[in-house]
DNA sequence: ATGGTGGGCGCCCCA
């Protein structure tokens, strides 16, 4: 009676329905969290994900940026969005999907600024937005636990964006001063992830130092013999639902699909 | 040191 739950930067939920077709072939998760969807709620191709057995959707999208949906094959109880840095960005929604044993998980899905090219937030506002979006993330776990959190256990899954470890991206040396890597965004997502104990499940299941990506650029010429990847794609599990962690898995064969994005998705399996 | 590719939208933004 497990739940398997999949995080995936589609990067255009409309292009890429058929590949979350295939997503859902292969792995059959139950819960399948998307970024960047890039697609306002009215065109947000629902009959293709209920033809795939995902009956309840929470979507908050706009037109052309950003964007984030939860699909779910068991029922969605309860939706709700929050706004970060008063930018009107659909960059976060939860979900409380009922579990095989009756009980109910919250799902949160963030899609995290991605910062732009400089990482100096005095001369760069997107990497300043960066920054200050963790901070908010930060206040919010600190003032509103239980609004965040749930007694059954709480899931924060989504593209943060930030490669936290040195095994998390093809070369930590030559990727200090790159924005994703900097000290500064991964001292700040360790602060996120400590301020309520969250449990980095895929590293607990696969240990540095292998090295684990999820994100490969599109720039390469064959990102598969470079291998030039990033950790940006994560799954968090509540330390009360961390023991019910059964096994993890980086969808890299996604990323070689026809057309794909450049993000493989990210799944769990948990016995919760 | 630079530019490489891809998506959305509409003559240029974002990743």
């Known amino acids: ?56 959707m929470a979507i908050s999208g706009q037109k052309g940026y950003h964007g984030v949906a939860i699909l779910s094959r068991r029922p969605i ?13 659909c960059r976060h929604i939860a979900a409380d999907i009922e579990t095989p044993s009756g009980g109910t998980l919250r799902v949160h899905n963030f899609y995290v600024p991605a910062g732009g090219d400089e990482p100096d937030p005095e001369i760069n506002p997107k990497f300043a937005h960066k920054l200050s979006f963790l ?12 609004e965040v959190g749930h007694a059954n256990g709480t899931v924060l899954v989504g593209d943060l964006n930030i490669a936290p470890l040195p095994e998390d991206v093809w070369s930590h040396r030559q990727l200090l001063n790159v924005v994703s890597h900097t000290p ?44 030039r990847g990033r950790r940006l794609d994560h799954i968090w599990l ?14 890299r064969e996604a990323r070689g699909w026809e057309r794909p994005s450049d993000h493989a998705p990210v799944l769990a399996r948990l016995d919760p």
């Not at 109880?77 to 960005?89: H, K, L, N, P, Q």
């Not at 500064?184 to 696969?206: N, Q, Y």
């Open 77 to 89: 109880v309860a939706t709700s969005i929050r706004e970060f840095c008063g930018m009107g960005d």
């Open 238 to 251: 509540s330390p009360d639902l961390a023991p019910a962690a059964r096994q993890t898995e980086i969808l």
């Open 135 to 146: 901070d908010e993330l930060i206040d919010w776990f600190r003032q509103a636990p239980d």
């Open 1 to 56: 009676m497990s739940v398997t739950i999949a995080s995936w930067n589609i990067n255009s939920v409309r292009l890429r329905a058929g590949l979350v077709a295939r997503l859902a072939e292969e792995r059959s998760p139950d819960i399948i969290c998307l970024q960047e969807t890039k697609c306002p709620d009215g065109s947000f191709p629902r009959a293709s994900f209920e033809k795939l057995g995902y009956r309840h």
């Open 184 to 227: 500064v965004e991964t001292d700040g997502l360790e602060r996120v992830r400590a301020e309520l104990g969250w449990v980095d499940v895929v590293r607990r299941h696969t240990p540095p130092p292998e090295k684990l990506f999820s994100w490969w650029s599109y720039r390469a010429r064959d990102w598969a013999a470079s291998d």
